[in-house]
């Protein structure tokens, strides 16, 4: 099974030169720490920048400078900033290539629950329905199952959902799979992890055709 | 045309309990500190406050929740701010969490003199319950009302006698769509300068926007979380 870094990492795979990606919170940041040599790509985050380098050095933090993590980050050379309805317009103008967004589930058609368990805990959307409904190109990255050991890849959200069939490929810390219109394709299997314990794991509808390769980190 | 004042209490003169409120920000980056511990300190009450987040717990918004002077909170993002989550799921607090980019159009559709436009974000959602849907382009989309607010509240960086105003980083975020939708739109500022020292090729905020200014006396910026990478 991957941890979270190598998930991260897994994702950072899907990085083509010339992108403006939007990470969103928790393991998505980290994709930023994995883009594969000799492609330049360029971090969104929907707070006011474009151009998003890495965490300052120690000393170095700017209150008036982070992400929508709200964590301090860097500028790079070549940022610009921006207000909320600009960041908007470039998510929703479809300017932004590739959206990575943690999910508490997903489902086999493709809808994504990420803001709230009813009764429990409300975490709000922010901006994460503005860009699972404008997004073309949305990664999810997550674990395969909860706390629970319950899976988090579903028949249909049991949570109130954040977006509608927006969602084309989850990486998980057992597997890749895309959303197609039978259900989830599973494309790649992670190091060490059956087939069988991935058909165990998956509540929703799997597809499986032929050998299933396994990741290459 | 002289916008300014002397500080806080004399920019928020005339708000009263139960009106709606904008405050600019990001979690605690680019808030209006001042002001924010100004209306504490005025006390009033049953207050609609729209902003993206709430604060934390001791600081920002979240103290004006500590003493519970918003009856309804217009946001995207509770996140980690235990006492709005806790007062959203008691009932005590009314709260409608809206996508952070309708929020950021409905502020400026409500500055631009635009009463309502069409977005796809939320359609399918429970944000979406009770609000027209249309289909564009093949592809459904809903409709979001503007928001105008009594008093809206921004913080910027430099800003002169006239109002005109420049945010820094990532501070600017809602600031300057608030700017443009509030009755009276209040700014504090890190740095009051005399007209013509701003370049007008750099103005974010042009003055027409502003009503009444002021240079905060201190500003904490306190850093919700430190990330830093080991020097090497």
Partial sequence: ?217 | MNKVVSGPQAALKGIEDGMTLMLGGFGLCGIPENTIAELVKLGVKNLTCISNNAGVDDFGLGLLLQKRQIRKMISSYVGENALFEQLMLSGEMEVELIPQGSLAERCRAGGAGIPAFFTPAGYGTEVAEGKEVRVFNGKPHILESALTADYAIVKAWKGDHLGNLIYKGTARNFNPMMAMAGKITIAEVEELVEPGELDPNFIHTPGIFVNRIFQGEKFEKRIEQRTVRARS
């Fill in chain 1, 1 to 217: 099974m991957l941890n979270k870094n190598q998930i991260a990492q897994r994702i950072a795979q899907e990085l083509k030169d010339g992108y403006y990606v939007n990470l969103g919170i928790g393991i998505p940041t980290l994709v930023a720490n994995y883009i594969p040599e000799g492609i330049e790509v360029e971090f969104q985050s929907e707070n006011g920048i474009l151009g998003m380098g890495p965490f300052p050095f120690d000393g170095d933090e700017d209150a008036d400078l982070i992400n929508a993590g709200k964590q301090t980050i860097t500028a790079r050379a070549g940022a610009a900033f921006f207000d909320s309805a600009t960041s908007f317009a470039m998510i929703r103008g479809q300017h932004v290539q590739l959206t990575v967004l943690g999910a508490m589930e997903v489902s086999e058609t493709g809808d994504i629950a990420n803001w709230k368990i009813p009764g429990k805990m409300v975490k709000g959307m922010g901006g994460a329905m503005d860009l699972v409904a404008s997004a073309e190109n949305i990664i999810v990255a997550m674990m395969h199952a909860n706390r629970e050991g319950e899976s988090k890849l579903l028949t249909k959200c049991s949570l109130p959902i954040t977006g509608v069939g927006c969602v084309k490929r989850v990486v998980t810390d057992m597997a890749v799979l895309d959303i197609t219109p039978d259900g989830f394709k599973l494309i790649e299997r992670a190091p060490g992890v059956s087939v069988e314990e991935i058909k165990n794991a998956t509540e929703g509808r799997l597809v499986i055709e032929g050998e299933i390769p396994e990741m290459r980190l």
